[in-house]
């Protein structure tokens, strides 16, 4: 069964690039739907991929003041007062982060930049900026962040993060996309904190979210904040507050602790609550929610109603209308049609290879479980392994099986899935010498094998070529703009998968090269490690890491050498300097603006953090501008990163997102890391596919001078589809799931 969770970040990707491409249509409403809707599924995957607990309430309950004082912020530090329950719209994720020292405020939003559409996150120094887009924020914004350094009182972990949400009341025309904006991100949390006084206890509509609340969280343990229980001259106190509120939901005596009544630290009422919140958050924090199904059942709604309509707005038969069948078109389609049908056998081969060897994997797995659940002295304690009210043992059984999965075979995930990409490179492609496939193998450099196999030259087999290279180069570097396609254009995109495999194979190997932490410089050791691999890599897989110096737009010297030093630290952004521009100076392509603002020729303004695409110019703003060496913005938009998620499938993280419940064995929870496992993996690798593939694509247009509108019109048919074919997969793997027995 595919896991939704793996599927919607793919889906995500395509709908952002159906975004982009629909700007040609030139239709602003249908561009404000689709980016309304983006932000609920974009949500919907920040949530999904990590524990987060959503702090909910009335407006006016006391939500943003219950932070500040959880984390014990002074007004000087805190971008939402007391008043900020006030018509706020947006959700504000309050992460709490190593490496910081004061507390910092970002916002992930859409930017545009020629002509198509990038989230980025980007840092806001001010808090009346920070104010004033919580309470009237564009359709551009997705979502607020507010960052403090890792607080050992309160949740103490970056695993673990709260989403401050607007208050609910009840839907109209003028905040319905808000209202559904604030029960979407409810539903996606994990669990729920949820916040109400006692003005608010017997109110009718409060009373109907509280409802929903225990219904839909019920298994996870949702906790209740009695706020403002240090009101003056009130006739009911904390204590029988608290006890009314017990009766009423019917909750049993022995989760008491899920009712805090809080009040401001000077009233000298209810004191210590802040202790009894961290225990109950870490006391329920290990009990995982059949509020699951309540999220399927969400996000298949919002596919089916939302994204169907929205869907129906194109009129893709007039876009066809448009599309010539001329022969400069038919040859780039056949370019096309042969780098898509490379693609997609080298991945039906990989897949294979994935489930082949992880069901091995698997079955150590299972063995060393089954052993373990043997050994319980008896049967009463294996039931309440399972059963049993007992935390430990359930905190004790998610430990083994983690350890299990990671220790059981002798080697990790990550060792197993080098191994079967060493598998398939010996196999597909002769020209590589045969790397190590033992999975056990410790020696990182082994796994990559001896290098460029020389006896295929001046043969079939020789796809990496200085000429295909030379291709390559034309498709992703910045330079050369205006060479053609050389006549064995066809091997030099036979090649591409190739080289996307050895990328993400070297970097799963040598993290290094992109796990660089740009406001932070490494120590010297770290560095002469990073280029002693790169030189190692250079002599051995001299070819490959021309190829991959292409994708990444790195320079070359006059004498086809790698220029190692600058141009891969230049290029990773590590040792990098950044240089003044008064105004008016022209900013080359693939540089970051650090600091200021500057313009593209179209007019767009480029702002702290973003960079300047290939190939493009920017003019320094009124004001100068700070610019440093960034990599090629096409790596920029996600390639890196991808290309490290590809390995950096973590079983921790999988578990911590999945239902362990009653009776739920432990064979069918590893499976499900299993597939977990295997899904990441395939869904990585298409990500970075599919990017190479646009480029080649636009490469391809301007080569044979496609005209743009015509183009633009072909790329918006494609990402259409695409768009209905993820959601239509997405939309059946909610269908088929289902709670765990």
Known sequence: MQNPELLLNSFNNKVNNLLSKSIILNKPKLGKKLKIFFR?????????????????????????????????????????????????????????????????????????????????KTQIVSKTEFMNIATDPEVDHLILEYHIPLNKNVLNTEDVSFILLPGLEESKPENKIWQELTNHTLTS??????????????????????????????????????????????????????????????????????????????????????????????????????????????????????????LTEFDTEQMKIQIPDDSK???????????????????????????????????????????YIKDRS?????????????????????????????????????????????????????????????????????????GYNKKYSNTDHEFISDDNLSDFKYIFSKQNENKEASDHFQKSLEVLPLITFEFQRILSIFPEFMDINRKEMKPEDSINEIVNNFKFLKESKGQVIKGMAYMLGLDYLPDGEIDTISGLMGGIGLGAKATEYAAGSIIQGGMEITSGTAMLAGGNILEAGQVVPAGVTATAGKEGVVASAAINPWVAGGVAVIALGFIASS???????????????????????????????????????EKMVRTVKNRLDDNYNIPANLARTERLLK????????SYELRTALQNFSLPI
């Open 378 to 450: 008896n049967w009463e304690k294996f039931v309440k392994l399972f059963t049993g009210p007992s935390l430990k043992s359930n905190r004790e059984f998610r430990e083994k099986i983690i350890e299990s999965w990671n220790t059981a075979n002798g080697f990790s995930a990550k060792d197993q899935q080098l191994a079967l990409v060493n598998d398939l490179l010996d196999s597909e492609y002769p020209i590589l010498l045969t790397p190590n496939k033992d999975p056990k193998i410790t020696y990182k450099k082994l796994l990559l094998g001896d």
């Open 40 to 120: 609920q599924t974009f949500i919907s995957e920040l949530l999904f991929d990590e524990y987060v607990i959503a702090i909910s309430g009335l407006q006016g309950a006391g939500k943003s003041t219950l932070v500040k004082e959880l984390y014990e912020l002074d007004d000087d530090d805190f971008p939402l007062p007391q008043n900020y329950a006030r018509g706020e719209k947006l959700p504000v994720m309050i992460k709490e982060k190593k490496g910081i020292s004061a507390p910092e405020m970002w916002i992930r939003k859409f930017y545009e930049v020629d002509k198509s559409y990038t989230i980025k």
């Open 189 to 310: 949390a994990a669990t729920c904190v949820f916040v109400l006084d006692k003005q608010q206890f017997a109110d009718g509509f409060n009373s109907q979210q509280l409802k929903n609340i225990i219904t839909n969280f019920g298994a996870s343990k949702p906790i209740f904040i009695l706020s403002k229980s240090d009101d003056a001259g009130s006739e009911i106190d904390a204590g029988k507050f608290k006890k009314d509120f017990l009766e009423k939901y019917n909750l049993p005596d022995d989760e008491s602790d899920r009712v805090i009544s809080t009040a401001i630290k000077s009233s000298g009422v209810c004191e210590g609550w802040h202790e009894i919140l961290i225990n109950a958050i870490g006391k329920y924090r290990s009990i995982q929610k059949v509020s699951r199904k309540s999220q399927i059942d969400n996000l298949y709604k919002l596919l089916d109603e939302n994204f169907s309509l929205i």
């Open 719 to 726: 990402a259409y589809s695409d768009a209905g074919n993820a």
């Open 329 to 371: 078109s038919r040859i780039v389609k056949k370019y096309f049609d042969i780098i898509e049908t490379e693609i997609k056998n080298i991945r039906k081969k990989y897949k294979k290879k994935l489930i082949d060897g992880f069901k091995a994997y698997l079955k150590n797995v299972d063995d060393e479980i089954e052993k």
């Open 651 to 689: 079983v921790m993280k999988q578990f911590n997102k999945m239902d362990i419940q009653d009776k739920y064995y432990a064979t069918q929870v590893v499976t499900q890391i299993k597939e977990n496992t295997i899904q990441q993996y395939l869904g990585s690798f298409d990500s970075l596919m």
